[in-house]
T-cell receptor
């Protein structure tokens, strides 16, 4: 089942912060985060493997709450280069650990 | 450099024609995947393969076929049975640590 992302879209000014949420109706054991620029392939940002784990990539960090079956991506002091669509993905252990992706969150950072 | 190579980048298909998208990886990954992405949408799994000579249908396999004769190669054929094939196609492979990396994608348009 597809994880649910919110919000669907965010518009920010450069330097502002944003939070993107990813929640699942089934138990989560890991969450993957990707960023995709228009017309390009998704680029891996980070994977969270344990409940409560937090990781960072540049000024982007993420948390994983296994009990609540959700993960959040935090974009701090956003830069123009952060613009794109962010996807969370959760593994489907019954299908070769392939990732089922959320619908995506479109982030636009304006000067 | 190691990576996933997809070709062609752009492809046009006439009605009733079969076309094949190539995907080659030199990362020595066992698992490979094909995803489809429609404009403004998320990624949906077409087929996946966990090992040579084995592959499984994903969520939207109808109208597509694959083969996995070599570890490095996982070509996708879009058959004439796929009535709405215009989309962005992404090939991916998975590391031992379950991180999934994508190729640069192929744009398929029906003319």
């Amino acid at each position: 089942q597809q994880p649910v992302q919110s919000p669907q879209a965010v518009i920010l000014r450069e330097g502002e912060d944003a939070v993107i949420n990813c929640s699942s109706s089934k138990a989560l054991y890991s969450v993957h985060w990707y960023r995709q620029k228009h017309g390009e392939a998704p680029v891996f940002l980070m994977i969270l493997l344990k409940g409560g784990e937090q990781k960072g990539h540049e000024k982007i960090s993420a948390s994983f709450n296994e009990k609540k079956q959700q993960s959040s991506l935090y974009l701090t002091a956003s830069q123009l280069s952060y613009s794109g669509t962010y996807f969370c993905g959760t593994p489907n252990n019954n299908a070769g650990n392939m990732l089922t992706f959320g619908g995506g969150t479109r982030l636009m950072v304006k000067p | 450099d190691g990576g996933i190579t997809q070709s062609p980048k752009y492809l046009f298909r006439k009605e009733g024609q079969n076309v094949t998208l190539s995907c080659e990886q030199n990362l020595n990954h066992d698992a490979m995947y094909w995803y489809r992405q429609d404009p403004g949408q998320g990624l949906r799994l077409i087929y996946y393969s966990q090992i040579v000579n084995d592959f499984q249908k994903g969520d939207i396999a109808e109208g597509y076929s694959v083969s996995r004769e070599k570890k490095e190669s996982f070509p996708l054929t879009v058959t004439s049975a796929q009535k709405n094939p215009t989309a962005f196609y992404l090939c991916a492979s998975r590391t031992v640590g379950n991180t999934i990396y994508f190729g640069e994608g192929s744009w398929l348009t029906v003319v």
